[in-house]
């Protein structure tokens, strides 16, 4: 929406100012994580790496999450379901290129699979239940979806998703989309790292860093305390 936009865009201006203090006072305002089984039906590969993309929310907390998985190589905030010339933040933030805030994540499969960032993704990046919003945030840039890499992939997620629902693994249905890929584009460069940049600034602390602390709670086999940032790679 037009004004939380603006609200977010005013706050990044005052991070960028150095004027945002600590909130450690602020309650934690994010969606309880639900642990989640594996996935019956996970890839077979024998490839060294590869990529996946994933839409739950704004970027800046799907990022830090994927971050923090052991065996991600990186995770890069961006844009997808749209065109290029639309994938600019001010853009996407209107609600109507088609683009979600995304998150590319290039990772060793003999590490982590696909089916368990999808695992990740569901119990504690986002909450798959939620249409077209995340917590505070409202609009199709901020929708649930997946955009699969792969026949495989596209195959592992529709099942994996059959699988959450007939066990009713929420209390509601979820409305997570698999959407056709046809392209990823990296966001502006204030957009990437941004929870490990700006730990104490409010959206962070109330509804990103639980979701690291969660991720570390439920799945400690996964956690690694050291991010792999996009900024350190360059």
Not at 50 to 63: L, R
Not at 144 to 166: G, M, R, T, W
Not at 189 to 210: A, R
Request: with cysteine; charged share 20%; hydrophobic share 35%.
């Amino acid at each position: 929406m037009k004004n939380l936009f603006t609200w977010r865009r005013t706050l990044l201006a005052m991070v960028a100012a150095g004027v945002i203090g600590q909130c450690s006072a602020l309650s934690f305002g994010a969606a309880e994580a639900v642990l989640l089984p594996p996935p019956t039906l996970d890839e077979s590969t024998q490839a060294r790496s590869e990529t996946a993309v994933f839409a739950g929310g704004c970027f800046w907390g799907v990022q830090g999450v994927f971050q923090h998985v052991k065996g991600v190589k990186n995770a890069v905030s961006g844009y997808a379901g749209g065109a290029a010339n639309t994938a600019q933040y001010e853009r996407v933030s209107d609600g109507n290129t088609g683009h979600a805030e995304s998150v590319e994540v290039t990772f060793d499969p003999s590490q982590v699979s696909y089916g368990t960032l999808l695992q990740i993704y569901f119990s504690v990046a986002h909450n798959p239940t939620e249409l077209n919003r995340q917590g505070p945030d409202t609009g199709t840039q901020y929708r649930s979806a997946l955009f699969p890499q792969s026949a495989e992939q596209q195959k592992v997620a529709q099942a994996y998703i059959a699988q959450l629902d007939a066990a009713k693994s929420f209390s509601k249905p979820i409305v997570t989309k698999l959407e056709t890929f046809n392209g990823f584009y990296p966001a502006e460069e204030e957009h990437q790292d941004f929870l490990t940049e700006h730990p104490t600034y409010p959206y962070i602390v109330i509804n990103d860093l639980p979701k690291v602390a969660q991720l570390k709670q439920l799945y400690p086999e996964r956690y690694q305390d050291k991010p792999v940032l996009v900024k350190a790679g360059r």
